[in-house]
């Protein structure tokens, strides 16, 4: 089975730009084997040194646009020691302002207005990292989408896209034995998406997770106890009446889409 390399987005403003290099050039591989993760916003040497090492796995391959000196200069030390970086601004900076004299202003974000609503877009990714994987559930019913499934249905790359478009979205786990927050309850079905996928696909994703960081968990990869994970996270869905959303084999903008459109059209539920 063809292992799936993750590409890691790094930046200290939202990652756009590098995520708009990376697709173009993984599209000259075969696109399944890729799938891409932001980690945007990182304003300091130490969040830097988390998230790379946080990240790193198996591949240890990131994609980053970093204005700041330090940071910068942080990702090269790093790029030294071992870690697959690619760096898509540094290097037009350096040659721009070598030929112009110019000296850059190093402001991350520079090439996007500063309007209203790229203030709201920013809150809204604000407001998905704080409530990534069930975090402070109790601003559940402030979310415009609230997303729940099982570990690895791809909930936390979704929130993350959908608050670049600027919709506030939280993402809640479905853990086997675990009962999901009471303020899950008090949020509009209209609102709450249930991420679904296959057993099989599933069990793929997670398997290469675990080769990733190089670890094990008891039963994470278990086909049998996957489905009856499935299930459980089911009857949790229908418990809600929320939309169910189908998220194998679809990128990640696809599944987006369809949930966008039920937020601004109000398609009818299904299962």
Known sequence: MQPTYTVHILSDSL???????????????????????????????DELRSAVESHCGRWCLFVYTLVDDALRAEMESLCAGGVNGVDVLGPAVATIGRVTGLQPSGEPGAVRRTDEEYFERIEAMEFAVKHDDGRNPQDLPEADVVLIGVSRSSKTPLAMYLAFKGFRAANVPLAPGTEPPKELFEVSPRRVFGLVTSARVLQEVRTERMRELGTYVPGYTDLEAIERELEEARAVMRKIGCIVVHTDNRAIEEAAQEIIRHLEGGLAVSD
């Open 15 to 45: 990652g756009e730009t590098a995520e708009m290099v990376a697709r173009a050039a993984i599209a000259q591989f075969d696109g399944d084997a890729f799938r891409i993760e932001r980690l945007p916003r990182v304003r300091t040497v």
